[in-house]
């Protein structure tokens, strides 16, 4: 059911972000700064997108692929999935540049 499939979704998530962390932990011992603040993008944006998705009703939520990757040893070209059910809409990669006129020249 599609209820069931949630929780099993829930319950992979939550037993694993205990390992993300101490794994990215360990990762970010030899990271730069802007490393680590790309990182920190990611989860702010899977955490407010997720809260908005509740409050709003949208039925929509926001996985990270870092976790899913350390419970199933895959490896993920995508930084998150947006998902409807267990029907997955679409994939999506965060990109943080150092300032707002870099980030306009990435877009340009």
Same mark, same amino acid.
Request: one cysteine or more.
């Given at each position: 059911?599609?209820?069931?499939?949630?929780?099993?979704?829930?319950?992979?998530?939550?037993?694993?972000?205990d390992?993300?962390?101490?794994?990215?932990?360990f990762?970010?011992?030899?990271l730069?700064?802007?490393?680590?603040?790309g990182?920190?993008? #990611?989860?702010?944006?899977?955490c407010?997108?997720?809260?908005?998705?509740?409050?709003?009703?949208?039925?929509?939520?926001?996985?990270?692929?870092?976790?899913?990757?350390?419970?199933?040893?895959?490896?993920?070209?995508?930084?998150?999935?947006i998902?409807k059910?267990?029907?997955?809409?679409? #994939?999506?990669?965060?990109?943080?540049?150092?300032?707002?006129?870099?980030?306009?020249?990435?877009?340009?």
């Open positions: 059911t599609l209820k069931a499939c949630q929780q099993f979704h829930a319950n992979v998530y939550a037993r694993n972000c390992k993300v962390i101490a794994a990215k932990a990762q970010y011992r030899n730069r700064l802007g490393q680590r603040a990182f920190l993008q #990611e989860s702010w944006h899977i407010s997108f997720n809260k908005n998705a509740i409050a709003e009703g949208w039925g929509l939520r926001d996985e990270d692929l870092q976790i899913k990757a350390i419970a199933t040893k895959a490896h993920c070209t995508a930084d998150a999935e998902w059910g267990n029907c997955r809409l679409c #994939e999506v990669q965060f990109k943080r540049y150092s300032d707002a006129k870099a980030t306009a020249r990435a877009f340009a």
